[in-house]
């Protein structure tokens, strides 16, 4: 018996996987079937307390978050938050990607003070020398941070955990790396709400260039470039800012053929 329960184990473990490459892709419906068939195998062999389950549970709040079915991925960070403070899991990996899983839901439903508080929460974990200081992870935090504070209107903290965020990055990564191209255009986002259109346009471009470098055309890309000829329409720039938005279209296009392609 035990032999069959650690084999559903494995199991349930790699429909959890296969759920987030799912999510990852887009394709949430499947990721949805395949997370509840996970958790499905965790509630019949009783593993409902372990790290693997809390993983599931989390990919489930994702995945739930996703299709806007907010009371179902509350469920789902209640159990794992449950599990994680009840059976002293609370430095695991999993509980800390159940306080950011709930910090971006908070965010999302306005709940900023929430999702500040949160956010903090594994900061200070990650900042704690029981942990080990991670500079990666520190710098998501960071710009984690900077999102919350720009949704409160606080540009001015904001952009300084951007560009705390954006070093980090730039002093750990390679510099053609997609992290750091998301640290660019978080800094150009909020640096268009501030009206420092140059300097956003700065930030834009290097983007653009990575993504190119590394023959990369996602959202990411087209929504570089959308941001793009939102500044060169700000700088009078009319010409730069339709090639923009003429790429974006054929990105798009180009996406949506793959898409039904594969």
């Known amino acids: 018996i035990q032999k069959k329960n650690n084999n559903k184990e494995n199991l349930a473990t790699g429909l959890d996987d296969l759920a987030r490459f799912y999510e990852e892709s887009g394709e949430h419906s499947t990721a949805r079937d395949i997370i509840e068939n996970s958790l499905s195998i965790f509630h019949e062999i009783g593993d409902t307390i372990s790290s693997n389950y809390m993983s599931a549970l989390n990919t489930s709040a994702n995945i739930y978050s996703s299709l806007l079915l907010w009371n179902k991925a509350s469920v789902s960070l209640g159990k794992s ?5 009840s059976y002293d899991l609370e430095g695991s990996s999993e509980y800390l990607r159940t306080l950011n899983i ?13 999702a500040k508080n949160l956010n903090l929460r594994v900061l200070k974990h990650h900042l704690s020398k029981e942990s080990g200081v991670d500079s990666l992870l520190i710098a998501t935090d960071l710009q984690n941070m900077g999102s919350i504070l ?3 209107g606080k540009y001015d903290e904001a952009i300084g955990y951007q560009y ?3 070093q980090i990055r730039y002093n750990h990564l390679p510099h053609n790396h997609p992290e750091l191209a998301h640290s660019y255009n978080a800094c150009a986002h909020l640096l268009c709400k501030m009206g420092e259109y140059e300097t956003a346009l700065q930030y834009e471009n290097l983007v ?4 190119k470098q590394l023959g990369i055309h996602n959202k990411l890309y087209s929504l570089s470039l959308r941001n793009r ?9 009319h010409e730069n800012a339709m090639k923009d ?6 990105n798009y296009n180009a996406m949506i053929r793959n898409e039904f392609s594969s």
């Open 208 to 211: 653009v260039d990575i993504m």
């Open 245 to 250: 938005i003429i790429e974006v279209i054929s």
């Open 81 to 85: 938050l449950e599990i994680g403070e």
């Open 102 to 114: 709930a910090m971006v839901i908070a965010n999302i439903a306005g709940q900023n003070d929430i």
């Open 150 to 152: 720009t949704d409160q």
């Open 229 to 237: 000829a939102e500044i060169y329409l700000n700088l009078n720039d």
């Open 164 to 166: 705390k965020a954006m």
